[in-house]
């Protein structure tokens, strides 16, 4: 190989991973920017399925279990946040005056399947001696179910704003 081949080689192997790196961070940004679409859940099995994750999410916090909340964040949100054992529990101080969680809303990310976005209330025991009222607060996340497996894990994001756009 003469030299002149050899910088026409060079040349467009330099250009030709610019381009595939172009690519690979254009189809990256398409997919970050991918708009959600979300639709009610009609199924009573998967509505309770998934009330059911978060209330079993809800009472690993009151228990304190770091490990065990900390298995059930999703991984991905675990990387992007620096999401350790130790600090899993952070930011749920509040939780642990409640004592269930009851769902109003369930939507299901079409774009990925298994994938709900759900809000409802932490509710804390009810008072008999006044109204038979309790205290209550909003409460959102994201549960992703994995039927081939019959696991789930959490992304402890508010999404509440989200689904009241909707």
């Not at 990256?28 to 998967?46: A, G, M």
């Amino acid at each position: 190989m003469d030299k002149t081949s050899f910088k026409i080689f060079i040349t467009a192997l330099v250009l030709s991973i610019i381009i595939f790196m172009g690519l690979l961070l254009l189809t990256r940004h398409i997919d970050n920017n991918q708009e959600v679409k979300l639709e009610y859940v009609t199924s009573p099995n998967i509505f309770y399925t998934v009330e059911n994750c978060v209330n079993k999410y809800i009472q690993l916090i009151q228990s304190n279990n770091r490990e065990a909340v900390y298995n059930l964040i999703d991984e991905k949100y675990k990387e992007e946040h620096k999401i350790t054992i130790y600090n899993a529990i952070a930011n749920n101080d509040a939780i642990e005056e409640y004592s269930t969680f009851v769902a109003q809303k369930i939507l299901e990310d079409k774009n990925n399947k298994n994938t709900y976005y759900v809000k409802g209330f932490l509710e804390g025991p009810i008072n008999i001696d006044e109204d038979y009222t309790g205290k209550r607060t909003a409460y959102s996340l994201i549960v992703k179910l994995n039927f081939s497996n019959y696991t789930y894990s959490i992304i402890p994001e508010r999404v509440g704003a989200l689904i009241d756009e909707i």
